[in-house]
């Protein structure tokens, strides 16, 4: 449809979150009037106290063809997590 | 009894009540999802400020009436709505102009009531501004994209406009009731919001590329003293019929 307005991604932080996170999406004619609509379909139950919103078509996403090329390389490197290494007892704050 | 405190507190909560009434048709009937949300939002802030208003009106009757007789078991005479509120919803354009006209004048009308002398009354005010400034901010926002939209939605909008105008001038007519409101500093002049409304609206209007309507001459008025249209009892009709028919029902 031509005059569908456009899609836009709706981003909110929590009362205690310190991200955006991503909750949806919703149709705006602009960036203001997305606001304003992620306000009314999102935040109805004090969900949040910042709002992004971002052009659908402006966000580039990975192929999921590249998918094995992209993630499976990781999962074969264990100690890249923060448990793989034994942390001395002298060590606070960890 | 204060009855001129007590029409006040009326007036207030029914133009809060009949306007979500409205907006409440509009559920599950709006051109987009986003709002159909927007507008029953909207509707139910009203509807939690209507309570307010008619229980300060009733505790201050003191007769049995509660908020609920109040909205429910009133006549059309009773109510003291400014006609702008009870129109018919027409179309999308209709609703929006309505509720532009309205959100500019209450957003005046609650700023003022905030120096309240009666406390009960700021408070209520000072709970309604901050739902009213977000109303008003949407209502304009959505003015300048569809005044400023197509060349359809334009013309619509400045025919709906057109239409809504003549009923603002009643919200700027003062009685003996206002007279009396504001001598005791409980109430203001509605006549004295005007030029602020007024400027506001040329504002919005301006950047929406719409016309300020010009003044037929026809100013319809009568609503805050109980003399409405007829569609105002077509709107009770419907929003009565649960508890005239079944008197006392609960859930």
Not at chain 2, 36 to 50: I, R
Not at chain 2, 211 to 231: I, V, Y
Request: hydrophobic share 40%; aromatic share 8%; net charge negative.
């Amino acid at each position: 449809m031509k005059n569908e307005w456009p899609l836009w991604e709706v981003f909110i932080r929590s009362q205690h979150g310190l991200a955006h996170r991503h909750v949806g999406s919703l149709h705006a004619p602009d960036a203001a009037m997305a606001i304003n609509n992620a306000r009314d379909v999102y935040t109805r139950r004090n969900e949040g106290t910042s709002i992004w919103v971002v052009k659908a078509v402006d966000i580039t996403a990975s192929d999921p063809d590249d998918k094995q090329a992209l993630f499976d390389p990781a999962q074969s490197k264990v100690y890249r997590h923060p448990t793989f290494f034994p942390m001395p007892d002298e060590v606070k704050g960890l | 009894m204060n009855t001129a405190r007590h029409d006040y507190l009326l007036r207030f909560g029914d133009n809060a009540l009949i306007l979500s009434q409205r907006l409440a048709e509009w559920c599950g009937k709006g051109p987009a999802l986003e709002e159909d949300m927007a507008l029953t939002n909207t509707a139910l802030d009203l509807l939690g400020q209507a309570r307010l208003w008619l229980s300060l009106a009733a505790e201050q009757a003191g007769d049995g009436a509660d908020e609920d007789t109040l909205a429910y078991l009133r006549d059309d005479r009773a109510f003291r709505n400014v006609l702008l509120v009870e129109q018919p919803n027409g179309s999308y354009a209709s609703t929006l102009a309505r509720q532009f006209l309205f959100d500019a004048w209450s957003s005046l009308a609650l700023r003022r009531l905030l120096v309240s002398s009666d406390a009960a009354i700021a408070a209520i005010a000072e709970k309604a501004v901050k739902e009213v400034g977000y109303h008003l901010r949407r209502s304009s926002d959505l003015m300048v994209r569809l005044g400023d939209g197509t060349e359809r939605s334009h013309a619509l909008l400045q025919a709906a406009l057109d239409q809504v105008w003549p009923y603002h001038h009643e919200l700027f007519t003062g009685d003996a009731v206002d007279t009396e409101m504001t001598a005791a500093g409980i109430g203001f002049d509605p006549a004295s919001l005007r030029d602020d409304w007024l400027a506001y609206v040329r504002e919005v209007l301006a950047e929406a590329t719409l016309s300020l309507p010009k003044d037929s001459g026809w100013r319809p008025k009568g609503g805050k003293q109980g003399l409405h249209s007829e569609h105002l009892s077509k709107l009770l009709a419907e929003m009565q019929v649960l508890p005239r028919s079944h008197p006392g029902a609960r859930w």
